[in-house]
């Protein structure tokens, strides 16, 4: 599989998700627009971020930090944690288990 081969669905305004998954495991290929903000949130599910391309300025658990192409970060279940993408298209590579049902609809 390739993700140039998986289609890329619009989540909102200057946001695009690809999607593969199992039944416990889900790894999301999402595209953002410079300057998009992702509102601080918490989920039940642990997540790995992984960035593929540009800067983002991520809060986790209250604390900032900028990461580039290449960094990986580890947000346990239910920590807070938001993102604001920089001045530049943003590809981030998401892992989550169990799978985001919520994703799904």
């Known amino acids: 599989m390739n993700w140039a081969s998986i289609p890329a669905t619009p989540v909102a305004d200057g946001i695009e998700r690809q999607m593969v998954y199992g039944e416990r495991l889900m790894v999301c290929r999402l595209r953002f627009a410079p300057h998009i903000v992702t509102?601080?949130?918490?989920?039940a599910h642990e997540q790995i971020t992984m960035v593929e391309r540009g800067l983002v300025r991520f809060t986790v658990d209250g604390a900032?930090?900028?990461?580039?192409?290449?960094?990986?970060?580890?947000?346990?279940?239910?920590?807070?944690?938001?993102?604001?993408?920089?001045?530049?298209?943003?590809?981030?590579?998401?892992?989550?288990?169990?799978?985001?049902?919520d994703f799904l609809v």
């Open 39 to 43: 509102a601080v949130h918490s989920h």
């Open 64 to 101: 900032e930090r900028i990461v580039a192409a290449g960094d990986v970060l580890h947000f346990p279940p239910n920590i807070s944690h938001g993102a604001t993408m920089l001045d530049e298209e943003v590809v981030l590579i998401d892992i989550f288990s169990p799978i985001r049902e």
